[in-house]
């Protein structure tokens, strides 16, 4: 006999047997919506249901066959009179440089069709022909909608004639020009033509230090610095691979620092993680109200020793007093090898770093040839300040210089004079202006420029000004009175100097040597240094980052999306906090369920005055007391994509100083982050290779650079004899590969703005980075080191799971290391294997093909590739609404930047590192016309050119004559992730520190 | 050498009988106008024409103001001949402002009396059609395609013959006594024997479907395969023309299809190179009147519009607004494909028309190729790298020729069929 039981299914059948009831009816209780699906928030208003949605997708699909029937008819339309130095389809090259009050270089603009669309290094440049993220990536700023498209007038548009006429009635005797270092000749004797008072300022200030260099030597200047004459580098808060002159620096640092017994020793003394830092051998963290008294202390010690007389100067901190002393030491040791930066605006901390390489005879350090790029004058500035203040003066003319961002004491006493501003777009400054001047961007202006002692270069346009705008030389001379056009002023300009060229060879270089200013070198005045004592309590700073340097591209969106080299956050600026203080502020940084990460913000006051809700973020490396923030955020008249990004570090601190006493309170708000890096340590894992000097002095490579071997009954096998694929025919024709040096590698992020360029890699915004959908093919990796290692763990006895989750911290005081990533093209590729529509394929010149036209987008490369570098299109970039603000794409102008020879990739395939295909091809092209064989370095990939280090080295392995092949075979070589038998065609370089 | 001075006996020879045989004559030679028209069009007709002053003197009549002899010596060397003092020379020489003549030493007397003898005939003109058709005229019959008629015909008379049968049929069942049966009774009962019959059913429905299928695929690869495309153009510019009668080299005009990735089409100052002189105000009707009243043909003027080119005074307007030409783009790849031209006409020293088809014969320009995927891949399969005499190749041609013992290396051997290289 049967009974009718019943049974619970759980507890809560029997508590709520309705619900329960309901939820058996309805097994998918939870219902996805088609919205979401789509992914677009108007349709989640819209009541449209599945019939609907099919019975539009039928229509579409309808519509879209038969819109496909139809050929559109294409118009060609060629030239009525053809220049003759132009052919469509091949690039013209033309020699200018870059100048924009911050950053220096030498460039080569490729023009296609007539459209400047990439900035390469001039190598031939006898002064900085590299170029920096900030450098490759003011291309794009040259199609920036946002700039002014006309003279205006009382806030409307007016005419050349009439603006010049209005402006010139304004500019009365006492008015003064407002600009930022001017180092350009011609600029230079059209202001002195204007025959007013002449004040220049910089919004990342070196005044102090030029001050010193001034009373020295009789002429406003910064010294010049040749590592290579170096052994020890002590740099202290100079973050002089960073901001110091665009990339100058860093192929001379790197080449000092080929791994070898006179490998220069690189030690840093800084409060917040710099790029510097980040490379430096040792690192000691002190807070930048601590700077003086670090030189002070090592000034002391050599002085003591050279017998001259010492400083007065507060005691050190306990935990950094060693430290400094053994820096002393190293530095007499190393003698005239040695070399002390100073980074701080401040005459004292530069007197001493000075005094300390003159007492050392130090041969790097020259005050003879010297660089005039940051020579704006904090006192002139706060003379100005109080004149108007006076009402002495009543109308300013301002050149190029937004000074009403970053400076608040100028911006609250707008009021009082009358603006006439000279400026590339109506920006904070140029907005309250009574008449503004629009400025042709450099690609489409004259220019000139006296970078450093015995160097003069020009600037030539490569497009007609796509605006209603002018040569600023032009319009300074306009408003002098003279007529003269921009090209005969820098004709004049070049003539009355002493360039060694005639005007067609100069022009066609970019550079000419020049008879240096007559320097007398003084004596430097020690009595008045004065050491000032550290902050005792919370330390705020201002510094620059490796993307927005002193915020000259503001409205750029790839100087957003570059993630900061150090951080690894893109599009934000924020304050940078050691774990310590975030602890004692409550502070926290978290990652959300869609891998994203959330902060806490804070509340900054500095004399009263309060920036609200600024995110923070928790920094290895940070010292303790002491936050940063980057300037060059918080703009509200850049244009779309810059305006309202971060916040304006300025309105806390002037240009003028560099630290200040802060009071800090955590406040409500949360801030997102867009971060594209969340694991911070290698976890004991031979990512980047990385060993000390002696170890790799000591040549033992089977040790330190040890080469992953299998078991198999023929013996050990390395990677490349165990395999289950048959090996691919690279013997004929060539064979590309790539070595990036590690060591040499400063993570400065110019390769990475110089693939986007290259390859039309889209920007996909701030949300889209969130959920790490960025689409950079190359990527910077940046990894701390952990306090916890494995032999730490054998040593203390620690169990495996506290191991692992403690060696997933990063130390507080962290060595760095940076490994840029692109696709390895594997020559056993495991993506091209999982493809179920052949799409990702191998060439025998050892690429990885990737065919977008035949991409289904089903990722499954993506999920099997080890390296993680295949990046998915999840949009149309270059249609879609949400990224209308940030894609220059969508723009008419922003769209001419796109490389012709490079396919815009639609929604729903995979892209990736091609390797600069298009230039191979093209290299190829050009031998075979031409009937000669390649040379090596003939052609390279856009990484490795924009490389201001030399890091990265790109050719033909199977050319034994090539340096890619010499640094193959080199010891310190190898793969990534060799132990996955991958065989990739990218090789790395051990990194070496100079360190015991 | 030794040719070179055989001919020139020949010529003084031949120049003697001349000479002695024409004495009586007006015009003291005898040219071939025909060779003398083409030898004018490649040498004088860019300075000269016959019936108007262009750059030098219109040349009607020219025989009849000066010698034999001295248009001789003017022709091949005019500046020798002012030298020489010659008055006639240096009064020409000034009424044309010293604009300097070419010297055409390369010109045997021959030549030069040909071109003469055409200056005398000038152009023949083109007999009206519709007339005498007897004049040498070959008639050419259209040859016609009448398979469908046969078809036809054919259909027609089975279906006679199958009623001349059924009426047979029933006749003869009338003749035995049964019932007539009609045709579509017989039909139908075919017809339900073959509905009925299952296997029949699937074969049928299988073959209908693959039918189906193969004809979907076909109209559906199809789809942007835009292969005899020809649109029409803002000028109606004859390749037939240009590059067949005119002998044009395709380089001439494209000349950035050696260079670049572009075969470019030839800015307006390209056509001016020519068009300058020629102006098509010389074209003649059916009737041998001149066509547009001795004004520039109107499709040659829409150049002169876009460029600013006074015709009267022969000059370029100063300060003029440009007009691009918009031709419309006949040859269009997707934007996923890289095409260089100088890759293959250059490094790959392929033919324009093996791609672009008789172009020198097509008076309205159209799209010849398919253009499509599996006609590149196929050209790749099947044309022969050219490594001879290009020093790039030269290290691994050996390699290639050991590894795939001599046979014929393809474009595909050497990577030409990996998607890479042409999808980036």
């Known amino acids: 006999m049967t009974e009718n039981n019943k049974y619970w299914r759980g507890i809560e059948d029997q508590s709520n047997p309705e619900l329960s009831e309901k939820l058996a009816q309805n097994e998918f209780s939870n219902e996805i919506s088609q919205a979401d699906f789509l992914g677009n928030d108007e349709l989640a208003e819209s009541s449209t249901s599945r019939r609907d949605f099919l019975k539009f997708m039928g229509f579409s699909t309808a519509a879209a066959t038969l819109a496909a029937c139809e050929a559109p008819i294409v118009e060609s339309i060629p030239y009525v009179v053809k220049p003759d130095s132009l052919t469509p389809g091949i690039a013209n090259y033309y020699a200018s440089s870059y100048y924009d009050g911050y950053d220096f270089a030498s460039v080569l603009v490729k023009t296609r069709e007539g459209r400047p669309i990439k900035i390469e290094p001039n190598n031939d440049a006898s002064y900085n022909g590299a170029t920096n993220a900030r450098v490759q990536a003011s291309v794009l700023s040259l199609y920036d909608g946002a700039r002014m498209h006309n003279p205006m007038m009382d806030g409307a548009a007016t005419s050349w004639g009439e603006a010049i006429a209005k402006a010139q009635s304004l500019l009365t005797a006492n008015s003064v020009v407002l600009t930022r270092t001017v180092i350009s000749p011609a600029v230079k004797t059209a202001i002195s033509k204007l025959g007013l008072r002449h004040v220049s300022v910089d919004a990342v200030s070196q005044s102090n230090r030029a001050d010193v260099y001034e009373a020295l030597t009789g002429v406003r200047a910064l010294p010049t610095v040749e590592l290579s004459k170096a052994r020890v580098v002590f740099a202290v808060g100079a973050d002089f691979l960073g901001d110091w002159d665009g990339e100058n620096l860093n192929g001379a640092y790197a080449a000092a620092r080929k791994p070898g017994s006179d490998m220069l020793r690189h030690i840093q003394a800084e409060s917040g993680l710099s790029l510097s830092g980040a490379n430096a051998d040792v690192r000691i963290k002190a807070k930048v109200s601590e700077y003086e008294s670090v030189l002070a202390h090592v000034y002391n010690k050599v002085a003591n020793a050279a017998g001259v007389a010492t400083v007065s100067a507060p005691a050190l901190r306990e935990d950094i007093k060693l430290s400094v002393e053994g820096v002393a030491n190293e530095l007499i040791t190393a003698g005239s090898g040695s070399l002390v930066l100073n980074g701080l605006n401040s005459a004292s901390a530069e007197k001493l770093a000075a005094k300390t390489n003159e007492l050392l005879a130090s041969a790097a350090f020259n005050t003879s040839k010297l660089d005039f790029t940051a020579t704006g004058s904090d006192s002139d500035f706060a003379a100005l300040l109080e004149d108007i203040k006076s009402g002495a003066v009543t109308s300013v003319l301002t050149l190029d210089t937004n000074v009403l961002h970053f400076s608040t004491a100028m911006a609250s006493l707008a009021d009082k004079v009358s603006l006439v501003s000279i400026a590339d777009r109506l920006d904070e400054t140029a907005s309250k202006a009574v008449v503004a001047l629009p400025m042709s961007h450099y690609l489409e202006a004259w220019s000139d420029a006296a970078p450093v002692s015995g160097i003069y270069t020009v600037g030539q346009p490569t497009i007609s000004p796509l605006f209603d705008s002018k040569s600023a030389v032009e319009i300074v001379n306009t408003l002098a009175g003279g007529s003269e056009s921009a090209v005969d002023l820098i004709k004049a300009s070049a003539a009355s100097g002493s360039a060694s060229k005639a005007w067609n060879a100069l022009l066609h270089d970019g550079f000419a040597d020049v008879t240096s200013v007559d320097v007398v070198t003084g004596t430097l005045d020690m009595t008045d240094v004065a050491v000032s004592a550290p902050l005792k309590g919370l330390e705020f700073y201002t510094y620059t980052k490796a993307g927005m340097g002193a915020g000259n591209n503001a409205n750029n969106p790839w100087t957003y999306e570059l993630p900061d080299p150090v951080t690894r956050l893109s599009w934000d600026n924020y304050v940078v906090m050691s774990a310590a203080d975030a602890v004692a502020f409550g502070v926290e940084v978290k990652a959300q369920s869609n891998g994203s990460m959330n902060g806490t913000t804070i509340n900054i006051t500095v004399d009263g005055a309060t920036l609200e809700n600024v995110p923070v973020w928790i920094q290895p490396g940070q010292t303790q007391g002491s936050i940063g923030l980057a300037v060059g955020y918080g703009r509200t008249e850049a244009g779309k994509v810059g305006n309202n990004v971060g916040v304006n570090a300025n309105e806390l601190l002037a240009p003028a100083v560099n630290y200040t006493e802060a009071t800090v309170v955590a406040s409500e708000a949360e801030h997102g982050f867009a971060s594209v890096q969340l694991a911070h340590t290698m976890m004991g894992r031979k990512i980047v290779n990385e060993i000390n000097l002696p170890t790799f002095l000591s040549g033992n490579a089977k040790e330190w650079n040890e080469k992953p071997t299998f078991e198999s009954y023929k013996g050990p096998l390395t990677s490349f004899e165990a395999n289950l694929w048959d090996d691919q025919d690279h013997e004929t024709s060539h064979m590309w590969n790539m070595s990036i040096d590690l060591n040499s590698c400063t993570g400065c992020g110019a390769c990475v703005v110089a693939c986007s360029l290259e390859n039309n890699v889209p920007v996909v915004g701030k949300d889209e980075v969130r959920r790490h959908r960025d689409m950079h093919w190359l990527r910077i990796d940046r990894y701390y080191s952990s306090d916890m290692t494995k032999e730490v763990a054998e040593e203390e006895g620690v169990g495996a799971i506290e191991k692992y989750a403690k060696m997933e911290v990063p130390s507080e005081s962290p060595s760095v290391v940076f490994q840029p990533v692109m696709c390895q093209h594997c020559n056993h590729a495991p993506c091209e294997t999982v493809c179920p529509v052949g799409a990702t394929v191998h060439s025998r010149e050892g690429l990885n093909h990737m065919a977008y036209n035949r991409c289904i987008g089903t990722r499954y490369c993506a999920n099997n590739c080890p390296y993680k570098v295949r990046r998915f299109n999840w949009f149309n970039y270059q249609v879609n609404d949400k990224f209308t603000d940030v894609n220059p794409s969508q723009d008419d102008y922003g769209r001419m930047v796109l490389n012709p020879d490079v396919t815009v990739r639609a929604r729903g395939v995979i892209e990736k590192c091609s390797l600069c295909i298009q230039r191979i091809q093209m290299g190829k092209l050009e031998a075979k016309k031409d009937g000669r064989q390649l040379t090596d370095g003939e052609f390279t990939t856009a990484c490795a050119q924009a490389c201001g280090s030399g890091a990265i080295v790109f050719g033909d392995v199977n050319n034994p004559k090539s340096e890619v092949s010499h640094l193959k075979q080199e010891e310190r070589s190898y793969h990534l992730l060799e132990e996955v038998g991958t065989q990739p065609s990218i090789f790395y370089q051990t990194k070496v520190r100079n360190r015991a | ?424």
């Open chain 2, 1 to 424: 050498m030794y040719t070179t001075s055989k001919f020139r006996k020949l010529s003084a020879l031949f120049a003697v009988f001349i000479f002695l045989f024409s004495a009586s004559t007006l015009h003291a030679f005898e040219g071939d106008a025909k060779n003398g028209k083409k030898l004018f069009k490649s040498n004088c007709a860019s300075c000269h024409k016959l019936d108007r002053k262009l750059v030098g003197p219109a040349l009607t009549g020219v025989t009849d103001k000066y010698s034999e002899e001295w248009l001789t010596k003017w022709i091949r060397n005019n500046a020798e001949l002012r030298a020489s003092g010659d008055e006639e020379a240096i009064a020409i020489f000034e009424e044309y402002n010293g604009s300097v003549m070419s010297a055409f030493p390369m010109l045997s007397d021959q030549d030069i009396f040909d071109i003469l003898q055409y200056t005398i005939e000038g152009d023949a003109k083109p007999v009206p059609t519709g007339g005498d058709l007897a004049g040498g005229t070959t008639v050419v019959v259209e040859s016609k395609d009448y398979s469908k008629q046969i078809t036809i015909g054919l259909g027609l008379l089975l279906f006679v013959m199958v009623m001349l049968l059924t009426r047979m049929k029933n006749t003869l069942r009338l003749v035995q006594g049964e019932d007539p049966v009609s045709i579509l009774d017989e039909a139908g009962w075919f017809w339900g024997r073959l509905i009925n019959n299952k296997g029949f059913v699937t074969v049928a429905t299988i073959v209908v479907t693959v039918l189906f299928l193969n004809q979907a695929y076909w109209w559906m690869s199809g789809i942007g395969v835009e292969q005899n495309y020809q649109p029409e153009q803002p000028i109606a510019f004859s390749h037939a023309l240009h590059a067949g009668e005119n002998q044009v080299d395709c380089n001439y005009c494209h000349s950035s299809a050696r260079h670049s990735k572009h075969s470019g089409i030839p800015s307006a100052n390209v056509c001016m190179n020519c068009h300058m002189y020629v102006d098509g105000s010389e074209i003649t009707d059916a009737s041998g009147n001149l066509k547009y009243d001795g004004e520039s043909s109107p499709e040659i003027a829409k150049i002169y519009a876009a460029i600013g080119w006074d015709g009267e005074n022969r000059e370029y307007i100063e300060d003029y607004e440009e007009q691009p030409i918009k031709w419309v783009r006949i040859h269009n790849l997707p934007d996923l494909v890289y095409f260089n031209h100088s890759q293959h006409v250059n490094v790959g020293q392929l033919e324009c028309q093996e791609c672009h088809g008789p172009v020198e014969t097509m008076e309205e320009m159209y799209q010849y190729s398919e253009l499509t995927m599996g006609w590149c891949i196929n050209c790749h399969r099947e044309t022969e790298v050219q490594f001879e005499k290009n020093g790039y190749y030269q290290d691994f041609h050996e390699e290639l020729t050991e590894k795939y013992h001599g046979e014929k290396i393809t474009a595909a051997k050497i990577g030409g069929l990996e998607c890479g290289k042409c999808h980036y």
